[in-house]
């Protein structure tokens, strides 16, 4: 048996058997075809090139560098209406799988904003909203909320401890005296802002 033959039994046989049974008869006496040499290296480079995004969606894998960058604010993700109407902008495409709404939902919930006045809006072509662990604006592998909650979270925080300390400042109130409450910041005596 050839050497070639015995490389191309080894890569067949990681394949899905789909796959394996379309690259052809590996069992030819004069070894394996050309063509189904190049289809099985093919195949062999896209599973190389592919692994670390599918290895990175896999249950228990190690989580992914996440968070904001010590210069990211977040202006740039949320923008709060007068009417109080809170528009989230998700950094990932919508493929039917929730990102807009998980993402949006991790954001709302740090910043206590009221479910029932919050939007998802798609982010523009924009490297302010580019993946925190791929360094570039992508959505694949089943890793949009898994890269992106921890920074959500951190830009909910912080756009609440802004509204807080704006609140402050505004009615002369210590920080430690105010809370907030289904969007609205809430301050001594009952007194409400938002």
């Not at 949009?144 to 925080?157: C, D, I, N, P």
């Not at 210590?174 to 409450?181: F, I, V």
């Amino acid at each position: 048996m050839h050497l070639q033959h015995l490389c191309a039994e080894q890569i067949r046989a990681h394949l899905p058997p789909a796959l394996a049974h379309r690259l052809g008869d590996a069992q030819a006496p004069e070894g394996i075809a050309r063509r189904s040499f190049l289809k099985i290296a093919s195949a062999s480079g896209f599973a190389l090139g592919a692994y670390p995004f599918v290895a990175n969606a896999q249950p228990g894998a190690a989580p992914a560098a996440t968070g904001l960058k010590p210069d990211q604010q977040p202006a740039a993700f949320v923008k709060i209406a007068r009417d109080g109407m809170v528009t989230v902008t998700v950094n990932r495409l919508e493929f039917g799988q929730g990102t807009h709404t998980g993402l949006a939902m991790v954001l709302a919930e740090e910043l206590d904003a009221d479910w029932s006045r919050v939007q998802a809006v798609h982010g523009n072509a924009d490297p302010a909203y580019n993946d925190p662990a791929f360094g570039m604006q992508i959505t694949g592998g089943s890793t949009a909320v898994k890269h992106s909650y921890t920074q959500y979270r951190e830009l909910g925080a912080r756009t609440r401890a802004m509204l807080l300390a704006a609140a402050a400042k505004q009615w002369n109130v210590p920080l430690s005296s105010l809370s907030t409450e289904r969007g609205v910041v809430v301050g001594p005596g009952g007194k409400k802002l938002g």
